[in-house]
């Protein structure tokens, strides 16, 4: 029994030591790319104060300023990630974690849809902004509380819009949004030809008139 044991010892021991050449490996790839994502991700942070995305969007008023940092935050965060997985596949490969690999590679297949995501939501909170200013410059003849809930209409619509378009690039229950989309684009459309309908009958009415007239003519 002692003979077994010691043979189970031997295996043991010759088997962590032959690994541990293979884990510093490891252990370094993934230490190279933590430093890597980190300098990413300080060179992203020095483009972005550099270009001042912030000010100028603050300049606009479309966006604050710190509504605009928090983006680039999100986006500098996500791009931090992808490198460190990017790094991790070697690593667990190096380790002999294949079956992880799987795992980690469709993270990194989704990631670009994440970064997608991130800017389609900022643009359509920019859009928003852009489209509550011009609706609330437009109908300024109007009193002030029908101007800015008009203006809110507008903004939350847009916003609306754009978290399905998020929600749709992220593959979150994309046949659900599908639905809701082309359920919203009917409703629109069947609401605006009924209030053209009613708001034009009179207007169809004279145009048929003079059309009938021309004809006995």
């Given at each position: ?169 992220l593959g979150v229950a994309q046949e659900l949004i599908r ?18 309908g009613l708001g034009g009958k009179e207007a169809a009415k ?12």
């Amino acid at each position: 029994m002692l003979e077994a044991l010691n043979s189970i010892l031997a295996r043991f021991w010759q088997s962590f030591v032959n690994f541990l050449p293979n884990f510093f490996g490891g252990l370094l790839i993934l230490f190279l790319g933590l430093i890597l994502a980190g300098v990413l991700r300080s060179l992203l942070v020095s483009i972005f104060t550099f270009v001042r995305f912030d000010r100028f969007f603050e300049k606009t008023r479309l966006v604050g300023r710190q509504e605009t940092k928090v983006w680039q935050e999100v986006l500098t965060e996500v791009v931090r990630w992808t490198v460190i997985l990017l790094f991790l596949v070697p690593t667990l490969e190096v380790w002999g974690f294949q079956r992880a690999t799987v795992i980690v590679n469709e993270f990194i297949l989704y990631l670009p849809n994440v970064i997608i995501a991130v800017v389609m939501g900022f643009v359509g909170v920019v859009l928003s902004n852009l489209a509550a200013d011009v609706v609330r410059s437009s109908v300024r003849s109007l009193r002030p509380t029908s101007a800015n809930a008009l203006a809110v209409l507008a903004k939350s619509a847009i916003v609306f819009f754009t978290a399905l378009v998020v929600l749709n690039q992220l593959g979150v229950a994309q046949e659900l949004i599908r639905i809701l989309f082309t359920g919203i684009v009917g409703m629109l459309a069947i609401a605006g030809g009924l209030a053209f309908g009613l708001g034009g009958k009179e207007a169809a009415k004279d145009v048929l008139d003079d059309l009938k007239r021309n004809i006995k003519q």
